[in-house]
């Protein structure tokens, strides 16, 4: 039994370190893609922040442009009251009427277009801003999601050791060891630890050449009961 106990549990500790070896890796990529998630999200909403402020810039350049063109509509309507006041000319009718309703239609017309571009301005940046914004949402759900389940890789010794212990005990059957002995046919004691088991760590360990190898298997938890 001792041949095939040694291979076994030498086995199972390989195994299960490298389990536990290869759940650590993963873990530390999944940390890895969360902080890049995480960074991707806070540019987004930078992103998002500047389309917000761009276009409250685009706004208030129309808001000059607007004061400009009243400023040219003021100062065209007097300049052509003067002219006609000095030529005895009626403004309330014919074509100096005509003159001046016109200026109006296309003071009016300028500043429509103006107020249009405006509220377009402002309607295209909040949007742009509202995708970053749900861009950098998504972005840090994933990055929550993969750091949440990051913590649950790599410190799961009883997933190693499970993994250790399902290798060994194929192992110890294949080298001809009786694994209905070890669990069927011996007793336990009054720690639940079955006595076969306990003896068999007891066997390896009592040579020399064996110890290297059980403390192998210790190191990784390949049995939950030595």
Same mark, same amino acid.
Do not use: C, H
């Given at each position: 039994?001792?041949?095939?106990?040694?291979?076994?549990?030498?086995?199972?500790?390989?195994?299960?370190?490298?389990?536990?070896?290869?759940?650590?890796?993963?873990?530390?990529?999944?940390?890895?893609?969360?902080?890049?998630?995480?960074?991707?999200?806070?540019?987004?909403?930078?992103? %998002? @922040?500047? +389309?917000? *402020?761009?276009?409250?810039?685009? !706004?208030?350049? &129309?808001?000059?442009?607007? $004061?400009? #063109? /009243? =400023?040219?509509?003021?100062?065209?309507?007097?300049?052509?009251?003067?002219?006609?006041?000095?030529?005895?000319?009626?403004?309330?009718?014919?074509?100096?009427?005509?003159?001046?309703?016109?200026?109006?239609?296309?003071?009016?017309?300028?500043?429509?277009?103006?107020?249009?571009?405006?509220?377009?301005?402002?309607?295209? %940046? @909040?949007? +742009?801003? *509202?995708?970053?914004?749900?861009? !950098?949402?998504? &972005?840090?759900?994933?990055? $929550?999601? #993969? /750091? =949440?389940?990051?913590?649950?890789?790599?410190?799961?010794?009883?997933?190693?050791?499970?993994?250790?212990?399902?290798?060994?005990?194929?192992?110890?059957?294949?080298?001809?060891?009786?694994?209905?002995?070890?669990?069927?046919?011996?007793?336990?004691?009054?720690?639940?630890?079955?006595?076969?088991?306990?003896?068999?760590? %007891?066997?390896?360990?009592?040579?020399?050449?064996?110890?290297?190898?059980?403390?192998?298997?210790?190191?990784?938890?390949?049995?939950?009961?030595?």
């Amino acid at each position: 039994m001792g041949s095939a106990a040694t291979l076994a549990l030498a086995v199972g500790g390989l195994t299960g370190v490298g389990s536990l070896a290869a759940s650590q890796t993963r873990a530390a990529q999944q940390r890895m893609e969360a902080d890049a998630l995480r960074a991707q999200a806070d540019v987004s909403r930078q992103q %998002a @922040e500047m +389309q917000r *402020r761009q276009g409250e810039v685009e !706004a208030q350049n &129309y808001d000059r442009q607007k $004061s400009q #063109l /009243r =400023r040219e509509f003021t100062a065209t309507q007097g300049k052509n009251r003067s002219l006609l006041a000095a030529g005895n000319v009626d403004m309330a009718s014919g074509s100096a009427l005509d003159v001046s309703l016109g200026n109006i239609d296309r003071f009016a017309a300028d500043v429509g277009e103006n107020a249009y571009q405006k509220a377009l301005a402002l309607w295209s %940046a @909040e949007q +742009q801003a *509202r995708t970053l914004d749900a861009q !950098a949402d998504t &972005y840090s759900a994933r990055s $929550s999601y #993969l /750091r =949440r389940t990051a913590g649950n890789l790599g410190t799961s010794l009883l997933t190693a050791g499970l993994s250790g212990l399902t290798s060994g005990l194929g192992v110890y059957s294949m080298a001809g060891g009786n694994i209905a002995g070890l669990f069927g046919g011996a007793g336990k004691s009054a720690a639940g630890i079955p006595t076969d088991v306990r003896g068999l760590a %007891a066997d390896i360990a009592g040579t020399p050449k064996k110890k290297g190898l059980a403390a192998l298997a210790g190191s990784g938890r390949a049995f939950a009961w030595l």
